[in-house]
């Protein structure tokens, strides 16, 4: 048996090293070998991280650098992929081994935070993670939806609105809570998704982008098929009208969800992934959507003054929380921090009177706002006083975090 001090964490880079580790992929994911390593590839041989033991790998997974919005602003992210140990590794420590050595790497780099979707979340729980937002899938058949908005302009998204669309985007996220800051990896898989390459079309009015959506017609066993939605925003209206929209995003909104109606002659249902609570959901006349959960993805806070300092806070509130964090495998995380919060921007100093103490699990839920201080403390993951938990609740509502994007 291969002692797990032993063994060495590396980035592979020689097919030598590379072939083998795709063999550890395809076996954890039951794939075909060259398949894995083209997954490999796609995400980019540096990102992938391994544990060697006696010269062979023994477990690998892939960081995907990116960011995630909280609070009105994007938060420097690194999600974690594709976690596989070799079957003779499992069950004595390997992934945890090799999760802890990569977040010490990503600590040393000053990365944020680290978000994952978890096949098992004991591991990732050992690991520091902790619950903090969802996943569902919407459906809602295409002849329930019954809108009507048609005055606005809608054409193919075609080479030239790259930057459009990005803006489009960034501005919903900014407006929601959990949605990824997407690397090029994540915005290829956008457009060329698993089932197919995405139609893309934007909407816009008297020249005003107001948003747009991608989708894939996915034929189904009737010869019918499903919408599959892989992105959209209907954000182009911004609240002080400096870009000159006349429009408002819930009449965006009824224009792309018109836009998929048109598709009900063949087309059955749309389909896309989102948080408990989205725009589109909220236009609709009747609630005939139906959400399923998919995953309630996890974070990690890697670095704790970095990632405090970089979210956003209602701008309403001022004032002081005062915590004690424990965190044994990332002990720079550890002790006393005073987070001073003034006009929706965050200052973090060490120190303090350590009034809320939690631990790094918890704390992670308290930052998403997927758990409240109070309903934490319930929990007796949190332990302070009356007005310190006060505080927390209001320094961390704010929508519920849904993220779309899968990696
Ligand atoms: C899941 C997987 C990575 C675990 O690897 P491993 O080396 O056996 O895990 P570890 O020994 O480091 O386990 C660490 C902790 O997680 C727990 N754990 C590991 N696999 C688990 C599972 N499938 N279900 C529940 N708990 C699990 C262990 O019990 C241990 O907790 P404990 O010390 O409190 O008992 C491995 O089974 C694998 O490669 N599976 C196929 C691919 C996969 O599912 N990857 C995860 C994608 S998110």
Known sequence: MANLDAMQFCVPSTDAEVNPLSEVFAAAYALPVAEARAWLDRAGVENVRMLVAGGEPAAGLIVVPMGQWFGGRSVPMTGIQGVAVAPHHRGRG????????????????????????PATQRLYRRAGYEQAGSRFEARLAL??????????????????????????????????CGLIDRNDYLWR????????????????RNGTPGGYVYYVEKTLPNGHYDLLISDWSADGA???????????????????LTLLADHRSIGSDAVWYTGPTDPMQFAMAEQHYRLKLHFHWMLRIVTLPAALSARGYPSGIAGELHVDVRDEILPENQGRWTLAVREGRGVVSPG?????????????????GFMSASQLAALGRIEADASSIARADALFAGPAPGMADMF
């Open 94 to 117: 390997t992934a945890l081994r090799l999760m802890v050595e990569t977040l010490r790497e990503l600590q040393q780099n000053g990365v944020a935070l680290s978000t994952l979707y």
């Open 238 to 256: 911004m609240d002080d009208a400096a870009n000159g929209a006349d429009f408002s995003c819930a009449e965006v909104v009824r224009g792309l």
């Open 189 to 204: 898989r956008v457009r060329e998704t698993r089932d197919g390459k995405a139609l893309g079309f934007r909407l816009s």
């Open 143 to 176: 002849k329930d939806i019954q809108l009507n908005e048609r005055s606005f302009d809608i054409r193919p998204i075609g080479p030239a609105d790259e930057e459009t669309v990005r803006d489009l985007y960034r501005r919903r996220a900014a407006r929601s």
């Open 352 to 368: 303090g009177g350590g009034r809320l103490r939690t631990d790094i699990g918890a704390l992670a839920a308290l930052y998403s």
